[in-house]
């Protein structure tokens, strides 16, 4: 399944228009309410909440999110290194409302080892993660052949090499398992280092299955 990222209010009426199965509404980039977006969103879209930190207080973080979870959601996106009570509170909010939760880490830098690779999945799923979501920079076609190594491990997933030379395991995720894969609305609206677009993946989705 393929997700597209939106970190604008302008690009709900394109994701409308696409009508893919999936978005992940990035709150931190959109600074608009779940209650906006709800109404917004085609109501057939399913939706994915994630606000990172940085520019957003964590009561704030929890707030956007317990109410994006009480307005549809069915994914909640929390990072790995976030506070651990904040990463507490909104697993057991979610799961108490059957929400699956995605435990991400990201790193803009390097792709770690892969026994740190592994190990920092299966502390994805230790902390109370569904779905483990692993993106890294990828610097050489190792990065990304190691990203990708993480499918042969048991558990939902989602793994992404981000830059160009992570373009590839965005392709292959379709192949692999991965819970969902992410995409552009468009070219020019990537909201992550090496995103395709979703026409991009939609044509290359097609070639698979032809």
Same mark, same amino acid.
């Given at each position: 399944m393929i997700c597209i990222s939106i970190g604008k209010i302008g690009m709900i009426q394109q994701v409308n228009l696409l009508q893919p199965s999936l978005v992940e509404v990035r709150y931190d980039l959109l600074r608009k309410s779940p209650e906006l977006v709800s109404? #917004? *969103?085609?109501?057939?879209?399913? $939706?994915?909440?994630?606000?990172? @930190? &940085? /520019?957003? @207080? =964590?009561?704030?973080?929890?707030?956007i999110l317990k109410e994006a979870i009480d307005l549809g959601a069915v994914y909640v996106d929390v990072e790995l290194d976030a506070a651990p009570g904040f990463v507490e509170d909104?697993?057991?909010?979610?799961?108490?409302?059957?929400?699956?939760?995605?435990?991400?880490?990201?790193?803009? =830098?390097?792709? @770690?080892?892969?026994? #740190?690779?592994?190990?920092? *999945?299966?502390?994805?799923?230790?902390?109370? &993660? =569904?779905?483990?979501?692993?993106?890294? $920079?990828?610097?050489?076609?190792?990065?990304?052949?190691?990203?990708?190594? *993480?499918?042969?491990? #048991?558990?939902?997933?989602?793994?992404? &090499? /981000?830059? =160009?030379?992570?373009?590839?395991?965005?392709?292959?995720?379709?192949? *692999? &398992?991965? #819970?969902?894969?992410?995409?552009?609305?468009?070219?020019?609206e990537v909201t992550a280092p090496g995103q395709l677009s979703y026409g991009e993946m939609k044509s290359f989705e097609k070639t698979l299955n032809s």
């Open positions: 109404k #917004e *969103l085609n109501d057939t879209i399913l $939706q994915v909440a994630a606000c990172r @930190p &940085g /520019m957003i @207080p =964590d009561s704030e973080r929890s707030k909104i697993i057991n909010y979610a799961k108490s409302r059957r929400i699956h939760v995605i435990v991400s880490y990201h790193n803009y =830098d390097v792709t @770690p080892p892969l026994d #740190e690779l592994k190990h920092i *999945l299966h502390h994805c799923y230790a902390v109370g &993660g =569904d779905v483990a979501k692993i993106a890294c $920079q990828a610097n050489s076609s190792k990065d990304s052949a190691r990203l990708l190594s *993480l499918f042969a491990e #048991e558990g939902r997933k989602i793994v992404i &090499g /981000m830059g =160009d030379r992570g373009r590839i395991t965005r392709l292959a995720a379709i192949q *692999l &398992g991965a #819970e969902f894969t992410f995409a552009a609305v468009s070219e020019a």
